[in-house]
């Protein structure tokens, strides 16, 4: 009874609830007894790092706000019982040229889905290796701390401690300031 053909489709949901979009969907799943129909739901979603507060802090961000991604056997009821559930507008779809209705929902390709669940893969295997490695002389610009918006010239990089040494003119003075990685962007 599991051995059905499981394409990926998109669905929709109201922006800044996919997270409870997918909870409830994958609670009705559960509830109804059709697991054997869907076999995963998941929300495509990246790690970013950001400076608050002097400290380095990483947090999820969604990769496209407002859908939510199914792998399932879509019989005509599944489809029914997910456009149902709170915080879900529909599927992605086709529009028809005659009616202008929506059509039955169209599944990705497996080459849109090699692509999205490579490019998901690949940003969990980075844990902060997508920081821009920097060169000696390079301008840069300050985003964080007390010298936020200064331009300065790269004199060091500190690969191993994630730091840079930055010489700014302050008050028409140079200053070598050390400063991580995430708090200077190149200019």
Known sequence: MGDFEKKWYVVRAAGGKEKKAKELIENEIKVLGLGHLVSQVLIPTEKI??????KK??????LYPGYIMLEAHLTGELQHIIRNVTHVSGFLTEKDSKD?????PVPLRQAEVN???GQVDELLGQEEENVTPYIVGEAVKIIDGPFNG???????????????KVVVKIFGRKTLLELNFVQVVKE
């Open 100 to 104: 202008g209705k929506d059509k039955k």
């Open 150 to 164: 200064f331009d300065g010239t790269i004199e060091e990089v500190l690969q191993d401690k994630r730091k840079v």
């Open 49 to 54: 790092y950001q400076v608050k507060n002097g």
């Open 115 to 117: 692509k999205i669940l």
């Open 57 to 62: 802090v990483s947090s999820e961000r969604i």
